[in-house]
DNA sequence: TTTGATTTTGGATAAAAATGGAATATAATG
DNA sequence: CATTATATTCCATTTTTATCCAAAATCAAA
């Protein structure tokens, strides 16, 4: 049985929650119900268990004396800092977003969001960015599978 | 459970102290009360653990005889010094920021704050401020995305 | 000193928001 | 079509936030 895969469509409520299929609350269970809340660039938020969150992270030895040195390293731990929260999912098989996640990604209270397996958690989306962020993805691969075509004329070979 | 992490908001208030968010307040008392802020080069100010600030500062060897040789070293020491100040959290989970600290960091008394994560303690940034530096890191990481999206193309190997 | 004024600190209170749970409605299943 | 499962809405409770006030400390001048 595959875990962290499929495509749900859902609702944000009132309050900024979220409310998993049975599927998703399953996969979750597997693991332990802590969760880690992560924003993408992409502009969506990501939910991860937490041991893969930490495996994402992969602990830099002595952070503090780096830290005190390198701008570029706090920025690194703001980035994952900031971004990144630990959440419980309810006993109802709710989420709660924290309000400036909910921003980042385009989550206003009482639209349509859609919750997408990405295989090693789920992410979630607001309806209008996944459909554009489906059709990004689309358009990539067409274009890469022309390329490849077209290579395939000039060498023979590429497979 | 991830300590430090997380992005909250909060205001300034008359006096220019700041209450924390019980997330925040737990991961510090989990680590005894006693805190460092230190003023950051970027603008705002850092609260970290005790134990955090003196692993940044513990590994400066033979200080003495540096200070005599070299400027840089002497900025050094006096960056640390004079941007750097115990306090403590009170029973109301408030903090209260030195006048120059909060200067320096642009927190005017009943403006919005923030209060970031970054793994090993949080920051205290002016909402202006703290908005800039996201757009910042966020910039950032788009634009490399999209070289990496360009090199999948290209290459069809990148990952 | 002593007194008075001002600032700072700690705490209480009222308002707002978040949370958990139940009830109702909707959809899926046999 | 009946039954079960799922989704949505609503409401009561708790938690958190922000504002205000009193006590304490600090400072200045007499």
Request: aromatic share 6%; with cysteine.
């Amino acid at each position: 049985m595959l875990a962290f895969c499929g495509l749900d469509r859902c609702s944000v409520d009132a309050n900024g929650r979220i409310k998993l299929s049975p599927r998703v609350i399953e996969d979750f269970a597997r693991r332990g119900s802590d969760v880690v809340l992560h924003c993408l660039p992409e502009g969506a938020v990501a939910v991860y268990p937490e041991d893969i969150y930490l495996a994402m992270r992969s602990a830099v030895p002595d952070p503090a004396k780096r830290a005190a040195e390198s701008v570029v390293f706090r920025r690194s731990l703001r980035r994952f800092g900031a971004w990144s929260q630990s959440e419980r999912i309810s006993a109802q098989g709710r989420i709660t977003l924290p309000a400036e996640y909910r921003e980042h990604a385009g989550l206003v209270p009482g639209s349509d969001a859609m919750v997408v397996g990405n295989e090693i958690g789920v992410e979630i989306w607001s309806r209008e960015r996944w459909l554009a962020e489906q059709q990004m993805i689309l358009e990539h691969e067409r274009e890469k599978g022309e390329r490849e075509m077209e290579s395939d004329l000039e060498t023979g070979r590429s497979i």
